[in-house]
């Protein structure tokens, strides 16, 4: 159960469709004073190092960070023109490395903490029950010294949002909350608890923003997962978003090579009215910059409500 662990796939193509999608949405939410309820439901360990043990068996950033930022922003060049939604992932990837070198990614709890405003008392509850990836996690958070505004809980996600919603109020009296469930699907079961998951989460709060992240892999219950979801959204009248980003199969590959994850989607329920736009003008850019043969694609539609 625990085998998985994503400092392997630390600032690949998913956590980059991930991350962006999740920097817009929190934009949008940010514009009003009003505080956000946070939760990330399966944290990780919040911090990766892109020259450690774990990314350099895996490798995967170069497919994804690390070459997106080698096209758009080559040391001693210009900065090549992006979607303003890139620039905003790239200028927070960038905050993380200081010296210009990619040595640390920030996974969706630094992402978010990023982002947070302590005057306007938004909330932070990060969950994770690996057990080598949860006392990382309190470590690294520890490090923030963000007091309340942050905590960490070592326990299924899945479970420990439900009590959390519908938020408390903020000092203006509005309810707002923004939960990010992305599981690593390791084992088959993980899609029926995310759908099961937002069923509740939706009857508890309709109207919180809700982003799932999933890969976009060869078995029925991955396909299944983004259908299931627009399903429950069309019921609950609620609107959603569905994004997709397929890489294609790496040329250099052989038939016998196994070719890791090359597609993940991002689903968007009661997302910012502006955030098709965002990412209908950030995907093309992301397929030109990290497409890389057959199979490459993108795609974006949106529906409900």
């Given at each position: 159960?625990?085998?998985?662990?994503?400092?392997?796939?630390?600032?690949?193509?998913?956590?980059?469709?991930?991350h962006?999608?999740?920097?817009?949405?929190?934009?949008?939410?940010m514009?009003?004073?009003?505080?956000?309820t946070?939760?990330d439901?399966?944290?990780?360990?919040?911090?990766?190092?892109?020259?450690?043990?774990?990314?350099?068996?895996?490798?995967?950033?170069?497919?994804?960070?690390?070459?997106?930022?080698?096209?758009?922003?080559?040391?001693?060049?210009?900065?090549?023109?992006?979607?303003?939604?890139?620039?905003?992932?790239?200028d927070?990837?960038?905050?993380?490395?200081?010296?210009?070198?990619?040595?640390?990614?920030?996974?969706?709890?630094?992402?978010?903490?990023?982002?947070?405003?302590?005057?306007?008392?938004d909330?932070?509850?990060?969950?994770?029950l690996?057990?080598?990836?949860?006392?990382?996690?309190?470590a690294?958070?520890?490090?923030?010294?963000?007091?309340?505004?942050?905590?960490?809980?070592?326990?299924?996600?899945?479970?420990?949002?439900?009590?959390?919603?519908?938020p408390?109020?903020?000092?203006?009296?509005?309810?707002?909350?923004?939960?990010l469930?992305?599981?690593?699907?390791?084992?088959?079961?993980?899609?029926?608890?995310?759908?099961a998951?937002i069923?509740?989460?939706?009857?508890?709060?309709?109207?919180?923003?809700?982003?799932?992240w999933?890969?976009?892999?060869?078995?029925p219950?991955?396909?299944?997962?983004?259908?299931?979801?627009?399903?429950?959204?069309?019921?609950?009248?609620?609107?959603?978003?569905?994004?997709?980003?397929?890489?294609?199969q790496?040329?250099?590959?052989?038939?016998?090579?196994?070719?890791g994850?090359?597609?993940?989607?991002?689903?968007?329920?009661?997302?910012p009215?502006?955030?098709?736009?965002?990412?209908?003008?950030?995907?093309?850019?992301?397929?030109?910059?990290?497409?890389?043969g057959?199979?490459?694609?993108?795609?974006?539609?949106?529906?409900?409500?």
């Open positions: 159960m625990f085998s998985y662990r994503h400092a392997f796939h630390a600032g690949n193509h998913a956590d980059v469709l991930k962006l999608t999740l920097i817009a949405t929190l934009r949008h939410l514009r009003k004073d009003a505080g956000i946070l939760i439901t399966h944290a990780g360990a919040g911090l990766y190092r892109l020259d450690g043990d774990y990314t350099e068996t895996g490798g995967e950033a170069k497919d994804g960070v690390v070459k997106l930022m080698a096209a758009l922003r080559a040391a001693g060049q210009e900065p090549a023109a992006a979607a303003a939604a890139i620039d905003d992932y790239l927070l990837i960038a905050s993380y490395n200081p010296s210009g070198t990619l040595r640390v990614y920030p996974g969706s709890p630094f992402v978010i903490h990023h982002l947070m405003r302590a005057a306007s008392r909330r932070l509850k990060l969950f994770e690996h057990p080598t990836d949860s006392r990382t996690l309190s690294n958070i520890a490090q923030l010294e963000a007091g309340r505004q942050i905590a960490v809980a070592r326990e299924d996600g899945f479970e420990g949002v439900k009590p959390l919603l519908p408390p109020a903020s000092a203006t009296g509005s309810k707002r909350a923004l939960v469930i992305d599981p690593s699907y390791e084992i088959k079961s993980d899609y029926g608890k995310v759908s998951c069923q509740e989460c939706v009857r508890r709060f309709p109207t919180g923003t809700f982003l799932v999933y890969p976009v892999i060869p078995r219950e991955a396909h299944d997962l983004p259908r299931r979801l627009k399903t429950l959204c069309n019921q609950a009248q609620r609107p959603w978003l569905n994004a997709t980003l397929a890489i294609g790496d040329p250099t590959h052989g038939p016998e090579d196994r070719p994850l090359t597609a993940s989607g991002m689903f968007v329920i009661n997302p009215h502006t955030l098709k736009a965002v990412l209908a003008e950030a995907l093309p850019q992301l397929l030109t910059h990290l497409g890389r057959r199979g490459k694609s993108q795609a974006l539609e949106s529906g409900g409500g």
